[in-house]
């Protein structure tokens, strides 16, 4: 009986074949910290007086959430981690320099390795073949000064498409929208959910990071494509060609589920507030009136995501009484932006360009919503208050649906100007 790529990946960790529903310890390769939560780890490590890093060159500490801080409790935090750093020799991704997921991706992470992190999108990392998931603060803390975990060794869904491309306004966001609204938002609870067969197999990277980003959010442990020619060229464009392994499910793997979607009968999807899964095809929905478009994070932040928003926003203005904001992933994202111009028009368009990192996101600061406001943002998560106002509305949507909707000031169908 054949091994599913979790199965592989963790088999290869312990030394031996584990399979679904066994309880496992092993070696971690990266462990990721970000001001949010990370302090906590910090602070058990101090309680257990473990204030170590087994392997500190491979511990990545990310300023992201609050960048820069707003208040001086925030920045407390931000000391803390910097000083922790100091004593064991752990990276610091300081303010401005990148989302933790994006520069994990650009930088660090390969196929066939183990990453934790005390952030529950660590899970992107499953897009370049990384058994990547969040854990709650105490289990990073001790990964950190051990360099193991334990594993309860998840099931998987085999998730396969009917289909050769994306039909006309759809992309990568919209697939893994519509996936999370077809089995809900606890329905692959910590299953590993398996990215399978030809269209996913001509993915690229970009659009792997995006969906693998969002596993979490239909409950999952990991969402994982396999190691291929994809994998290989995106490590060789970030200098890491070295560190390329092949690696898939056995052909012979047991799925717990398989799912099917049907690319040419996708549309533009829009997740309604107040839950991801609460999802709707665009032409299902009546228009809305909206406040403010966000672009950006760690789902739709990178280079290919402003590329397109600048098509759309290209000699258009933004609507009267409409804030967009607009945040690349990484330094290297900015830079490149800015070399092709593409900074220029979200300028010309009358866009805010806000530093590399969470920004709007995560409500802290850069965005917050008044009460009774609605956003259309590019972001994960819609909850109740997580754009920092439990009195505002969030909406989710791609990189191109969230361009044209703050020119026509209402969720509008991008199909209409493509």
Known sequence: MGLTLAEKILSHKTGKNVKAGEIIVCE?????????????????????????????????????HAAPSPKKELSNDHKTLREF????GAIVVDVGQGISHQIMAEKYINPGEVLVGSDSHTCTGGGLSVFATGMGSTDVAIAIATGKTWFRVPESFKITAKGHRFPKGVYAKDLILHLIGKIT??????????????????????????I????????????????D?????????????????????????????????????LKPVISKPHTVDNTVFIDELEETKIDQVFIGTCTNGRIEDLRTAAVILRKHSIAKGIR??????????YKQALLEGLIQ????????????????????????LGD????????NRNFKGRMGNPNSSIFISSPATAAYSAIKGKISDVREIL
Request: net charge negative; glycine share 6%; proline share 5%.
């Open 212 to 227: 693998s980003n969002m596993a979490v959010e239909a409950g999952a442990k990991v969402g994982l494509f396999p190691s």
């Open 85 to 88: 750093a100091s004593k064991t």
């Open 28 to 64: 971690v390769d990266w462990v990721l910290m970000q001001d949010g939560t990370g302090p906590l780890a910090v602070r058990q490590l101090e309680k257990l007086k473990m204030v170590k890093a087994r392997t500190p060159d491979h511990v990545v500490l990310f300023l992201d």
């Open 372 to 379: 009774g406001e609605v956003c259309l943002s590019t972001q």
């Open 324 to 333: 967009c904001l607009i945040s690349p992933a990484s330094p290297s994202i």
């Open 185 to 210: 938002a606890d329905g692959a609870t910590y299953k590993a959910l398996e990215f399978n067969g030809n269209f996913f197999n001509n993915m690229n990277i970009v659009d792997r990071l995006t």
């Open 345 to 368: 028009t979200f300028i010309d368009s009358g866009c805010v360009i806000l530093p590399p990192g969470c920004a709007a996101c995560v409500g802290v600061h850069q965005g917050i």
């Open 229 to 265: 020619k994809m994998t290989k060229k995106y490590l060789k464009s970030h200098k890491r060609a070295d560190h390329f392994k092949e690696l898939s499910a056995d052909p012979d793997a047991v799925y717990e589920k398989e799912v099917e979607i049907d690319i040419d009968a």
